[in-house]
């Protein structure tokens, strides 16, 4: 039952981060009210297992190792984003990609000071998961997370929080990763020509996703598939689409999918009316 009902409540979850995605192109507004979705489904899931507490050590680990650890990643995730975009420096690329690339370090020296931890979760071990991922056992030997002692012991082990940070650390250091070459490749692109080098994407995921899926209807670019040419003009207007699929559904389902196709339209009627004048 409980992880049924959280399968349903991560899938929530996930399309509450997709749609404020596309609603909130404000990046620090997106990400304060992406950390107050991820409250509000930690939350749920926490009194849902209050009511359905997990009964075995075996549904114990399954819970605090599979499961309470995808929700808690994404509230830390995004409180990462958050941290990381208000600290960001005002400047050229090269200091932002300095900047980018110094919390790369802080990432790579996280994981080296929980290595031991990090190997296991990687090798998908398990000798150890009665002593990380049941309640109540603490073992001094094993590098058990402090803070576990300000914890609600019944919704945590000693390292459940702890895996839940290696789990966002990995989505931030793909995050960083991906805005570092993004970078050089908007400077590579300036180096070549300067004119060439201020052409960012400035509407929204949304209208951009519209023109893609117009593109490929209407084979503007021949025979290519879809994700190639998302590739393409993620790469060209430096700008990341996400999950367009899941997009393409949001758009789907709205009273009007072609909000900017049309405005777009509007706007060049008009354009040609002021040029007939």
């Not at 000798?127 to 012991?153: A, E, K, S, T, W």
């Not at 805005?179 to 692109?189: D, G, P, S, V």
């Not at 060439?196 to 117009?214: A, H, M, P, S, V």
């Not at 590739?231 to 430096?238: A, L, P, S, T, Y």
Request: glycine share 2%; charged share 25%.
């Amino acid at each position: 039952m409980l992880t049924k009902f959280s399968d349903r409540l991560y899938a929530d979850l996930n399309r509450d981060l997709n749609a404020l995605a596309l609603e909130e192109d404000q990046l620090i507004k997106r990400y304060e009210r992406s950390i107050h979705a991820c409250i509000k489904y930690l939350k749920k899931l926490k009194d849902f297992c209050k009511v359905n507490d997990p009964g075995t050590p075996a549904e114990e680990i399954q819970f605090f190792k599979c499961i309470k650890p995808k929700f808690k990643s994404q509230l830390i995730y995004y409180q990462s984003l958050l941290n990381l975009e208000i600290r960001r420096p005002v400047g050229d690329s090269t200091a932002i990609a300095d900047y980018l690339k110094n919390e790369a370090k802080v990432l790579h020296h996280f994981f080296e000071c929980n290595l031991s931890f990090y190997q296991y979760v990687r090798t998908r071990a398990t000798y150890l998961d009665d002593y990380y991922f049941v309640r109540g056992n603490y073992d001094v030997y094993l590098d058990p997370d402090q803070c576990v002692i300000d914890f609600d012991p019944s919704f945590s082990t000693t390292h459940d929080h702890k895996l839940a940070q290696v789990l966002a650390s990995e989505m931030l250091q793909e995050y960083l990763q991906l805005a570092i070459q993004r970078l050089h490749q908007k400077e590579a692109i300036i180096v070549t020509d300067v004119e060439l080098g201020d052409f960012d994407w400035r509407q929204t995921k949304c209208g951009l996703i519209e023109l893609i899926y117009c593109w490929h209807a209407t084979e503007a670019f021949g025979k290519k598939n879809l994700k190639s040419i998302v590739k393409f003009i993620e790469k060209v207007f430096n700008v990341s689409l996400g999950n367009f699929y899941d997009t393409f559904d949001w758009l789907s389902s709205r009273p009007s999918p072609t909000t900017y196709i049309d405005e777009m339209k509007a706007a060049f009627l008009l354009r040609v009316q002021k040029r007939l004048k």
